[in-house]
């Protein structure tokens, strides 16, 4: 089984600019969720997709946003870029049902926001 | 709210010995899931190990157990007969089960493992 799959790997933005990142997941699972990497904050939830639904955020400004397609890819947007977006972002996959539900990472986009 | 907390940020060990990565956590829902993920330099998170709440045995995976101590709140991570690869960054993450709380894990700040040859 194909594991998950985040393109590009690696991005360089400016200040003010906006970004698009996607995600493919593991085939059948329908859940997928983002995180945010910084040395600083660490490993951070931004958000979680079911079924094409968010159904989980967490505490990050309105910049950052998401959708979840019906074939269950992903994609999260941030907008009018700022230094501090400059972070790896992980996208994760799982069935996301079931308190054993694991979740499985993809290699990372990692942003640079100049 | 949850919090998870490392208090490695690094370690040595030999190889082909046992190591010992330390993780609490603090919850107040009684039904909860605790994983660990390896990262190494490349950067993508690799799950190693889960365990619930409500097992009574502590998991297993190959060279990787689970010390589940409930009453304690702790759930470490001991990697066997360690191996050069093992170098990396260790985290240790939470997922409750509550208020449709989906896939949301809070991670611990990670320890970092080094394997002397």
């Known amino acids: 089984k194909a594991g998950v799959t985040q393109t590009p790997r690696y991005l360089i933005k400016t200040r003010g600019q906006q970004v698009t990142l996607s995600c493919s997941p593991i085939?059948?699972?329908?859940?997928v969720s983002w995180y945010q990497q910084t040395p600083g904050q660490g490993l951070q939830f931004l958000f979680e997709?079911?079924?094409?639904?968010?159904?989980n955020k967490g505490n990050f400004p309105g910049r950052f946003s998401g959708r979840q397609f019906s074939n269950s890819r992903s994609e999260m947007n941030v907008s009018t870029l700022e230094l501090g977006d400059s972070a790896l972002y992980l996208c994760?996959?799982?069935?996301?049902?079931?308190?054993?539900?694991?979740?499985?990472f993809g290699p990372g986009t990692r942003l640079t926001v100049l | 709210a949850q919090k998870i907390t490392q208090t490695q940020p690094g370690m040595f060990v030999q190889e082909k010995e046992a190591v010992t990565l330390d993780c609490t956590y603090d919850?107040?829902?009684?039904?909860?899931?605790l994983f660990w993920y390896k990262q190494p330099s490349s950067g993508e998170m690799i799950f190693l190990i889960y365990?619930?709440?409500?097992?009574?045995q502590n998991a297993t995976e190959g060279r990787y157990s689970l010390n589940f101590q409930k009453a304690r709140k702790s759930a470490n991570l001991v990697i066997s007969a360690s191996q050069l690869g093992d170098s990396a960054m260790y985290f240790c993450?939470?997922?409750?089960?509550?208020?449709?709380?989906?896939?949301?894990?809070?991670f611990g700040g990670g320890t970092r493992l080094m394997v002397k040859p």
């Open positions: 994760a996959s799982s069935s996301g049902q079931g308190l054993t539900d694991t979740q499985y």
């Open positions: 085939s059948g699972h329908r859940s």
């Open positions: 997709y079911f079924s094409e639904t968010q159904r």
């Open positions: 919850t107040s829902d009684p039904s909860y899931g």
């Open positions: 365990q619930g709440s409500y097992d009574q």
């Open positions: 993450a939470m997922r409750a089960v509550y208020n449709n709380a989906g896939n949301m894990l809070t």
